[in-house]
T-cell receptor, first 113, second 113 residues
């Protein structure tokens, strides 16, 4: 069965500092990996995805993520955090051979002014 | 383009009542899913559908029914509401290509008293 782990429930960073939100996955076959963001009382918004190709994927709002096959990781990064980046972030994986998109438990990012 | 539309946004039910959460998408997506979001649990898959007339169970299907008579609609039925079903429910749809991300509705906040 496929699974996603987000080892940090919360991440706190100062505005202007780089941020990393960690994600590791387990899946049979090639992974299709996604990051979503959820603002309070809103639905999930797509940030970026890794399907194939370059291990560094660039997405919306200046976010990027690095796919590492040997470590089965897909960490979300941003060079300079903004207060407006404060939200709940979800990593998700799809194994491709089934139809299920599996989510991690989410990481609450707080960017302090 | 409306994307994924969920109704209602809020609902309070009494224990034992039944109701249907509506979900409609206008992107001609084959895949549709229902998730529930609970604090500390992330998003858990309730039921999903890979096309009209085809549905299957996710990881937490008990107490819920679905049907998919058209490509556009994927309603979720609570047969006899229980306090444990108090949650935020999200509907999602996705195309069939491996490089497609899921699109989410704005959610339904359900309280069962």
């Amino acid at each position: 069965a496929q699974s996603v782990a987000q080892p940090e429930d919360q991440v706190n960073v100062a505005e202007g500092n780089p941020l990393t939100v960690k994600c590791t996955y387990s899946v049979s076959g090639n992974p299709y990996l996604f990051w979503y963001v959820q603002y309070p009382n809103r639905g999930l918004q797509f940030l970026l995805k890794y399907i194939t190709g370059d291990n560094l994927v660039k997405g919306s709002y200046g976010f990027e993520a690095e796919f590492n096959k040997s470590q089965t990781s897909f960490h979300l990064k941003k060079p300079s955090a903004l207060v407006s980046d404060s939200a709940l972030y979800f990593c998700a994986v799809w194994g491709g051979s089934n139809y299920k998109l599996t989510f991690g438990k989410g990481t609450l990012l707080t960017v302090n002014p | 383009n409306a994307g994924v539309t969920q109704t209602p946004k809020f609902q309070v039910l009494k224990t034992g009542q039944s109701m249907t959460l509506q979900c409609a998408q206008d992107m001609n997506h084959e895949y549709m899913s229902w998730y529930r979001q609970d604090p500390g649990m992330g998003l858990r898959l309730i039921h999903y559908s890979v096309g009209a007339g085809i549905t299957d169970q996710g990881e937490v299907p008990n107490g819920y029914n679905v049907s998919r008579s058209t490509t556009e609609d994927f309603p979720l039925r609570l047969l006899s509401a229980a306090p444990s079903q108090t949650s935020v429910y999200f509907c999602a749809s996705r195309g069939t290509g491996v490089n497609t991300e899921a699109f989410f509705g704005q959610g339904t906040r359900l309280t069962v008293v």
